[in-house]
């Protein structure tokens, strides 16, 4: 995830996401604690999801179950 920015968002479910172009990885980093890597996320996609006015929505609609994804990082 080196040089990925992280932008934080107003959700109640995830605090910040980023992006990677290089290897079209889509960083979430939950308010539980979680940070999930979800793969292969084309990047206008991404840049929906950023500008969405409820990213929560956006995710479950357009990310949750529609990409691979791993759990990078557990619990605080």
Do not use: W
């Not at 604690?33 to 956006?58: C, H, I, M, N, T």
């Amino acid at each position: 995830m080196s040089g990925v920015t992280l932008h934080p968002v107003d959700s109640g479910m995830m605090s910040h996401i980023g992006y990677d172009p290089a290897s079209k990885t889509l960083t979430i980093l939950f308010n539980s604690g979680k940070r999930y890597d979800y793969d292969d996320v084309p990047q206008e996609v991404y840049e929906r999801f950023l500008a969405a006015s409820s990213q929560g929505s956006f995710f479950r609609n357009e990310i949750d179950e529609c990409y691979s994804y791993h759990q990078v990082k557990g619990r605080r």
